[in-house]
């Protein structure tokens, strides 16, 4: 019985881990950050302080797969994504695989300064690994486009509307020429 409840207990922790991992990356996925961003965002309000939401795509990404193969794709994703991760240097910034070539960040008390400071190390370092694409508009390498937002630029009743003003800010790289950091600003 001893054995067996071992087994039981490890494949429970195995369970526990992928619900809140995603597979391929190795970081947290986008259940996990649901939570999160919930946590992080009350926290943030009754504390008065501020919260900043990153959202990342990578540039061309279906190209990427066409041309390359869907293996190499995922080992771009895996690559980026721990580049992410290694780019966050407080124990309370989050990372996730929000979807697709899609990643999300949360750095909670953050100041809007701290955070593009933050965004542009995420695009420099993920420009710097140097992954051949040659579709890429940027030098033949994997590019991504950053949105961020700070809580304070918008007048947001819910986390919701952070993540949708991160997203519209990554939007607006995208159209700007990519590989890019976009601020979000009021009146989008």
Same mark, same amino acid.
Do not use: W
């Given at each position: 019985?001893?054995?067996?409840?071992? $087994?039981?207990?490890?494949?429970?922790?195995?369970?526990?881990y992928q619900?809140?991992?995603?597979?391929?990356?190795?970081?947290p996925?986008?259940?996990?950050?649901? =939570?999160?961003?919930?946590? =992080? /965002?009350?926290?943030?309000?009754?504390?008065?302080?501020t919260?900043?939401?990153?959202?990342?795509?990578?540039?061309?990404?279906?190209?990427?797969?066409?041309?390359?193969?869907?293996?190499?794709?995922?080992?771009?994703?895996?690559?980026?994504?721990?580049?992410? $991760?290694n780019?966050l $240097?407080?124990?309370?910034?989050?990372?996730?695989?929000?979807?697709? =070539?899609?990643?999300?960040?949360?750095?909670?008390?953050?100041?809007?300064k701290?955070?593009?400071?933050?965004?542009?190390?995420?695009?420099?370092?993920?420009?710097?690994?140097?992954?051949?694409?040659?579709?890429?508009t940027?030098?033949?390498?994997?590019?991504?486009?950053?949105?961020?937002?700070?809580?304070?630029?918008?007048?947001?009743?819910? /986390?919701?509307?952070?993540?949708q003003?991160?997203?519209?800010?990554?939007y607006?790289?995208? =159209?700007?020429?990519?590989?890019?950091?976009?601020?979000?600003?009021?009146g989008?």
């Open positions: 019985f001893h054995i067996l409840g071992r $087994k039981l207990n490890e494949s429970y922790r195995l369970i526990e619900a809140v991992m995603d597979a391929l990356t190795s970081i996925n986008r259940h996990s950050f649901s =939570e999160t961003i919930l946590r =992080e /965002y009350t926290l943030c309000r009754n504390r008065d302080v919260l900043s939401v990153i959202m990342c795509d990578i540039d061309h990404f279906k190209n990427f797969n066409d041309y390359y193969g869907h293996m190499q794709g995922d080992a771009c994703l895996r690559e980026v994504a721990q580049c992410i $991760k780019s $240097k407080r124990p309370g910034d989050f990372c996730a695989r929000f979807g697709g =070539e899609e990643f999300i960040v949360i750095l909670p008390n953050s100041s809007r701290g955070a593009l400071i933050v965004t542009e190390r995420i695009r420099a370092e993920i420009e710097n690994l140097k992954i051949a694409h040659v579709h890429s940027h030098g033949g390498v994997v590019t991504v486009s950053i949105g961020m937002v700070t809580s304070r630029d918008v007048d947001s009743e819910s /986390y919701e509307q952070l993540i003003a991160a997203d519209e800010a990554m607006s790289a995208k =159209e700007s020429g990519r590989n890019q950091v976009c601020c979000y600003q009021r989008n």
